[in-house]
Structure formats: C-alpha cells, structure tokens
C-alpha cells in the first residue's frame, strides 16, 4: 500500500472512532477550527483541547503532576471565579494544585512538507512550543503547544496553604493566559485559512512553487518592506506578547 492510501485509511479510521475524552466533544473554541483540518484531505486531527483551567487534588511525583492518579476537583473551559474554586477546595484532601493549560492540538499530517506549513502558522501565532514528529511506519505528528500555561500548589493533604486574597491574585492571572490564548487560536485559525488557500493556489499553478520557496519560514529570511510586513500573520506586537509569555513574579511549576 503506498503512503498516501496509507494516510486515507489512518484518517478514516481515527474520524470514525468514538470521542473518548472526558468531555465526550470537541471544545467549543476549536470547532470551527478542528473543522478545517480534518475537510483538507492533508491533515486530521487526532486530539485536542482550547484551554482550560483546572484544579487537581491527589499525590505529587517530584514536581510532576500524574492526572491519571488525581481527583478532578474542577474544570473550565471559560474564565473562572474564586467561589467556585474555594467550593471546590473544601473537597480536597490531598495535595490540590490550580492550573491553566494552554491549546493543546495534535494533527496527522500526509507528509513532511504539509507539517512544516502547519507548523510555521502555529510558531507564527504564538505557540511557540510546537513540534512535528516522524514515526517508524512514516507518521508524521504535529503537535501544537504554547508555553504560557500555570501551575500553583493551593493545599497539602488537605489543609489550605494560601490565603483567597492569593487565589484571587492566581485566578486573574489565570483567566488573562485564557483570554490569550483565545486570542492566539483566533489568530492561528485566520492565518492558517490563509495558508491554506496560498497552497492550493499554488498547487493549480507549480510554477509559482519555484517563486515562493525563497519566502519559506525554513529559510532566511529577509528584510520586508512596509507593503510586504503589513501581509504578515504576526505584528511586532504579537511578536512581543509571544517572547513575554510568563507573567514576571509568577512561575509555572
């Protein structure tokens, strides 16, 4: 069987199957978005998450929290207010850690120059920890991460080692990396449309392939212009806002 048949029955297999996910659907924020890659016939998503915030009670390994063996106090998927948190601390009674995870999006890609498309887009608009694999039977994985995410320990076996004043200081900081990261999907969904129909246009005429690899984000890259700089996806101010992903006088674990 060649690759690309190959691909068509992965993707058929893994879009049939049912969602095993604690929420049992996609995230409402990505829908639009997980929509996209899975109707282009180069890429299906095989997992993902907007964002959320969540807090966990259980044992700790080191540093490393293992979510298998936690109790899931509480999970949203929107900004989140202190009553709820503290309603859901009263029901810890081991060590609860709060925290905020970025988009997580993980997509199979036909082949190796259909990743780093992908993956150009996604480092572009700010989620700058994403990577692209290649497996043993040829598979080719993106996996789109950002490093804006928190993590802060609240109790231990079960006794409150903060005050709400600093719960209240975590939630803010913690509903600001959400609104962010909303604003950073947004952005990514835009420029990977873009994206998209550059290549197919591309695509129906290959001359004009020979003209753009020298534009390609995997080589050096030169100076634009003002005309050409007002095209790009990502503004010196997004640029910014990506190099300053964690607030100063708060550390993710």
């Given at each position: 069987?060649?690759?690309?048949?190959?691909?068509?029955?992965?993707?058929?297999?893994?879009?049939?199957?049912?969602?095993?996910?604690?929420?049992?659907?996609?995230?409402?924020?990505?829908?639009?978005?997980?929509?996209?890659?899975?109707?282009?016939?180069?890429?299906?998503?095989?997992?993902?998450?907007?964002?959320?915030?969540?807090?966990?009670?259980?044992?700790?390994?080191?540093?490393?929290?293992?979510?298998?063996?936690?109790?899931?106090?509480?999970?949203?998927?929107?900004?989140?207010?202190?009553?709820?948190?503290?309603?859901?601390?009263?029901?810890?009674?081991?060590?609860?850690?709060?925290?905020?995870?970025?988009?997580?999006?993980?997509?199979?890609?036909?082949?190796l120059l259909d990743a780093q498309i992908l993956h150009s887009v996604a480092i572009d608009s700010g989620f700058r920890n994403s990577g692209i694999t290649v497996g043993?039977?040829?598979?080719?994985?993106?996996?789109?991460?950002?490093?804006?995410?928190?993590?802060?320990?609240?109790?231990?076996?079960?006794?409150?080692?903060?005050?709400?004043?600093?719960?209240?200081?975590?939630?803010?900081?913690?509903?600001?990396?959400?609104?962010?990261?909303?604003?950073?999907?947004?952005?990514?969904?835009?420029?990977?449309?873009?994206?998209?129909?550059?290549?197919?246009?591309?695509?129906?005429?290959?001359?004009?392939?020979?003209?753009?690899?020298?534009?390609?984000?995997?080589?050096?890259?030169?100076?634009?212009?003002?005309?050409?700089?007002?095209?790009?996806?990502?503004?010196?101010?997004?640029?910014?806002?990506?190099?300053?992903?964690?607030?100063?006088?708060?550390?993710?674990?």
């Amino acid at each position: 069987m060649d690759h690309t048949a190959e691909f068509r029955r992965w993707k058929a297999q893994c879009l049939s199957k049912a969602d095993l996910s604690r929420k049992g659907s996609v995230d409402e924020d990505v829908v639009e978005f997980v929509q996209l890659l899975n109707e282009r016939e180069q890429y299906f998503t095989t997992s993902s998450c907007a964002g959320r915030i969540i807090l966990l009670d259980g044992g700790i390994n080191g540093f490393e929290v293992q979510k298998q063996n936690r109790c899931w106090l509480l999970v949203t998927h929107k900004p989140c207010v202190k009553d709820d948190v503290m309603a859901a601390l009263k029901k810890a009674t081991g060590d609860a850690i709060l925290k905020f995870e970025p988009l997580v999006l993980h997509v199979q890609c036909r082949q190796l120059l259909d990743a780093q498309i992908l993956h150009s887009v996604a480092i572009d608009s700010g989620f700058r920890n994403s990577g692209i694999t290649v497996g043993k039977r040829g598979k080719t994985m993106l996996a789109v991460r950002s490093t804006h995410g928190l993590e802060v320990p609240l109790s231990n076996k079960g006794k409150l080692m903060v005050t709400e004043e600093y719960i209240d200081f975590l939630l803010k900081i913690a509903n600001q990396k959400m609104e962010e990261n909303k604003k950073r999907i947004e952005r990514f969904y835009n420029c990977l449309q873009r994206a998209l129909e550059k290549e197919t246009i591309t695509n129906l005429h290959p001359k004009e392939k020979i003209k753009d690899k020298n534009n390609s984000s995997y080589t050096r890259k030169k100076k634009r212009n003002p005309e050409e700089a007002h095209g790009k996806c990502l503004t010196e101010e997004n640029d910014k806002e990506c190099e300053n992903d964690d607030d100063p006088g708060i550390s993710p674990l």
